[in-house]
């Protein structure tokens, strides 16, 4: 059995339970809120719960990037979409989280709920005809989310054309999508790290999903690569996070000295 195969047969490595987590049924939770709730066993994993934010130059340099996202001009009919990728593991739905806070409560799309078992990477033409293409008639998309337990897509469920939408997951900055995107954050973890964190926080029980999942991404990071085209590199600090210039980086007449906690230096 090829490792395409052995992927399909179980839940998606990002769709485990955290240890000591009590998650609800993830249908019953609206995901166009920034607001990251628990997940079940075999659905895509969430960020365990996280405190308020308190101010800090950490904190401080999310809000920064929150404002400079708002000042950008529309790339998808009148909405800014917001690329968050990165390897599995990497902590994209955290920082979506996070952003999605300090950007008032802005939408995010995890693109876990429209790969599926079949469709891993595949999903493109679906993601076009249910998101991008009604968002960029500045309507209300409506998308079916995938539920990784049922093996099964739940009722659509609607995602509103928001001044800002954050859209995460590995492939938020595919070539198909780059054109839609007012900028792309990349998580900046090397690989191995990233699937180790999520091998670990998943468990056992998703040992073979992550080997067919690790070839998987690896092909489609070969094929169709992001962090070439990032304009930003997030990198998690022990507490928040720090944003460099990604190698896509826009150069301009608003462009700053570089500076660590500046996101002002990116564009």
């Known amino acids: 059995m090829n ?24 249908l019953v939770r609206h995901r166009t809120s920034p607001a990251h709730a628990a997940r079940p066993s075999g659905a895509p994993p969430h960020p365990p719960p996280r405190a308020r934010h308190r101010t800090s130059p950490s904190g401080a340099v999310i809000h920064q990037l929150a404002a400079r996202l708002r000042r950008l001009p529309p790339s998808c009919g009148p909405v800014r ?3 968050v990728d990165g390897h599995a593991g990497s902590g994209k739905s955290t920082f979506a989280a996070r952003l999605a806070e300090a950007l008032g409560g802005a939408p995010v799309l995890h693109l876990d709920d429209i790969a599926s078992h079949d469709e891993l990477f595949a999903w493109t033409p679906r993601l076009m005809a249910e998101v991008i293409e009604p968002l960029g008639r500045g309507e209300t998309a409506h998308y ?19 001044p800002v939408v954050l859209m995460e997951g590995v492939g ?17 973890m090397p690989p191995e790290e990233a699937w180790a964190r999520g091998r670990a926080r998943d468990g056992e029980e998703q040992r073979e999903f992550w080997d067919g999942w690790v070839r998987a991404e690896l092909r489609h990071v070969v094929e169709d ?43």
């Open 81 to 83: 979409l917001v690329g």
């Open 3 to 26: 490792a395409d195969a052995r992927a399909r047969q179980h839940p998606h490595p990002c769709h485990a339970a955290r240890p000591g987590e009590e998650r609800p049924n993830r």
């Open 225 to 267: 690569p992001s962090r070439p085209h990032a304009d930003a590199l997030v990198r998690q600090l022990g507490e928040g996070y720090e944003v460099l210039p990604g190698p896509a980086a826009r150069s301009g007449p608003d462009r700053d000295v570089t500076h660590r906690e500046d996101p002002r230096s990116m564009w």
């Open 144 to 162: 079916s989310p995938y539920d990784w337990r049922a093996r099964r897509f739940a009722p659509p469920r609607p995602l509103p054309p928001a």
């Open 172 to 188: 938020a900055g595919r070539r198909a999508l780059r054109p839609y995107l007012a900028r792309l954050l990349w998580m900046e």
